[in-house]
């Protein structure tokens, strides 16, 4: 008798093989590589035992690149060919961007962005490919072999277009993507499964260039992500700018060479670091105009300096605990993400608002690489001692346009991913056979106030009365976060879908905006929907009392005609500016004013149906 191996699909027959995966940590000011070797997580380093890599590209004359450190050093003397923060530009256009604060050098393109180099147009995906791909050749050379694949950490609030984006670097780096994960989720992963944790948590991102903040709940290795927040326009680098702006000012500096502008913060940035360590540090320059700089920064003056950046983070806190229903009482600790939570005003702020000293103990720099890691494992199939299912959300709402410029939702904001929903729509205009599916995101009543994500035809709908065809419509957001909309036709069973992927996404200052926006317009929004339904509804009585007339009017008097049309006239002039109440008023006066109408034409009808008709066949 023959034995069997058999195995589940892409994975190997070989249960003691271990497979080769990492979790990638793309940040937007440094990137790591992390894998989990002998049941522990640890990051990788390069051959000079660096684990993090700048996240910065070089492109040299002779066709070659620097990545990393030698890119990073090189930035004050060739700004044009040096790209850093390439996170910060994936997935977005020209237009969103403050492209002349930057000291590149952007192509005429509306529709992506591309900045000339030696090397030619290059994008934010070449440039984070560049970067993914360093990190892959530092993996297998650490690992000894090819990879299976690589779990890699985004943003919680990056939309989908930045998420396909950052897949698609990872495509062109030569890397299988077993997942996208959200950063403060991976940061979760890594304190769950060191510490054992369980019960509620925050986990509080200060990155280099954006602030993200996520509630947990982590139970019986099972981490349900209750709400996310952020704020983009936050991170070390803003720090690092107000000391920078600070020091011209009071030095009566004139700072007109990129060289200098690059070497004063790179030495800003170093006496931040230090004044998390010493309560005053020295800064010394000679600048390219023959100045000379020798000044002394506290840590208080640095504090005072930049203390309502600190309190800037704790408004997205908030928030974040009342999606979730949640108060502060109730979080059983706080998980410190992002170089930048080092700062200690930074320590103090949350410790005084959570009433408990946050969690440090594990590297504020590679916990997010370190649980991504632990999630490329298991999806790898390699075989843990604990088992956990990961349940991540959706940061925004997703719908789409109905008749009169109405959102509606199908997916709401905070719905745990992978996730689907469908809901059914009809027709509202006789012997329609065509509707166009416009997919929005965002929290606002009105499609004006979304933001429009795709758009694509259902054709084919058998023409019938406004109202009979049955369309349902199907969301479906993977656990990447990526979505796709199908629409089918229920009778016929025609139907047409779309992978969601727009020219450019969305940045999370953008997101929070919508998300302020929403919650500071509820009331007008809800005003302005009822008026929408309204105007919908009016629009539709008219139409149907237009037909009617015109197929029966021979059944009104002459002046019965007139008082209908005169009431259709007054509904009409009411439709655009009046209250939904004042609208729905005047729907009321003309239906009744209709009723005599429409008891007369179902007489002719059922006379016309029985005409010829025998009692027998009755």
């Known amino acids: 008798m023959a034995l069997l191996q058999i195995a589940e699909p892409n994975q190997s027959a070989a249960p003691h093989q271990h497979r080769l995966a990492v979790g990638i940590d793309l940040g937007t000011t440094n990137s790591l590589v992390a894998t989990v070797r002998s049941g522990s997580a640890e990051c990788l380093p390069d051959e000079t035992g660096a684990v993090s890599l700048p996240s910065v590209v070089r492109y040299l004359d002779n066709g070659s690149k620097a990545i990393g450190k030698a890119a990073l050093d090189a930035q004050k003397i060739d700004p044009h060919n040096t790209i850093s923060s390439a996170k910060r530009l994936i997935g977005r256009k020209l237009s969103e961007i403050d492209a002349a604060h930057m000291p590149y050098r952007f192509a005429d393109n509306d529709k992506i962005i591309e900045l000339q180099t030696k090397h030619g147009k290059k994008t934010p995906i070449d440039i984070s490919a560049d970067i993914l791909g360093s990190l892959k050749t530092r993996a297998e050379a650490s690992l000894g072999g090819e990879l299976v694949g690589a779990v890699i950490t985004v943003p919680a609030y990056f939309d989908d277009a930045q998420r396909q984006a950052t897949k698609d670097a990872a495509r062109l780096a030569g890397l299988n993507v077993l997942r996208l994960l959200n950063e403060p989720t991976a940061a979760a992963i890594a304190y769950g499964l060191d510490n054992g944790a ?42 690092d700018h107000h000391l920078f702006c600070h020091i011209v000012e009071n030095n009566q500096l004139s700072i007109t060479d990129e060289r200098d502008a690059q070497l004063l913060l790179g030495l800003v940035r170093a006496a931040k670091e230090t004044l998390s360590r010493q309560p005053e540090t020295r800064i010394q320059a000679a600048l390219a105009n023959g100045k000379t700089l020798n000044i002394t920064v506290s840590r208080s003056e640095f504090h005072a300096l930049t203390q ?18 949640i108060g502060k009482n109730d979080i059983k600790g706080v998980i410190m993400v992002g170089g930048a939570t080092r700062m200690l005003h930074v320590q103090q702020a949350v410790a005084n608002f959570f009433g408990q000293t946050p969690l440090n103990n594990l590297n504020p720099d590679q916990v997010v690489a370190l649980g991504a890691a632990m999630q490329a494992n298991v999806l790898a199939g390699n075989k843990t001692d604990s088992e956990w299912l990961l349940l991540d959300v959706t940061p925004l709402s997703l719908g789409l ?13 905070n719905s745990t991913l992978p996730t689907a929903r469908a809901q059914e729509f009809t027709t509202f205009k006789d012997g329609q056979t065509a509707m166009t599916i416009h997919v929005v995101q965002g929290e606002r009543e009105m499609v004006a106030d979304c933001r429009s994500l795709a758009k694509f035809t259902l054709r084919g709908i058998p023409p019938m009365a406004a109202g009979a065809a049955r369309i349902r419509v199907t969301f479906q957001v993977d656990a990447d976060g990526l979505l796709s909309v199908s629409a089918r036709e229920q009778t016929t069973g025609v139907q047409a879908q779309i992978e969601v992927k727009p020219s ?16 500071a317009h509820a009331g007008a929004d809800a005003a302005e929907r009822a008026r929408a339904e309204a105007r919908v509804e009016a629009q539709s009585l008219i139409d149907a009392v237009e037909a009617a007339l015109e197929l ?59 005409q010829g008709v025998s009692v027998e066949q009755l």
Do not use: W
């Open 308 to 325: 309502h950046l600190v309190a800037q983070t704790i408004a997205p806190v908030k928030q974040a605990l009342k999606d979730a229903g």
């Open 552 to 610: 029966d009017g021979d059944l009104l008097t002459a002046e019965q005609t007139a008082q209908i049309r005169a009431q259709m006239d007054a509904l009409a002039a009411l439709m655009p500016n009046a209250e939904a109440a004042d609208i729905r008023a005047a729907v009321q006066t003309l239906s009744q004013g209709t009723d005599d109408f429409a008891a007369r034409r179902m007489n002719r009808n059922i006379q016309r149906a029985l």
């Open 401 to 413: 346009e109905t008749y009169g410029g109405l959102a509606e939702k199908i997916i709401p904001r």
């Open 198 to 239: 369980e019960g509620t948590f925050v986990v509080y991102d200060l990155g280099g260039g954006t602030f993200d903040v996520s509630v947990l709940q982590l139970s019986r290795g099972l981490f349900e992500v209750k709400a996310t927040g952020g704020n983009s326009a936050l991170g070390g680098d803003d720090f």
């Open 504 to 519: 450019y996404g969305l940045d999370d200052a953008t997101i929070t905006q919508m998300l302020r926006e929403g919650m």
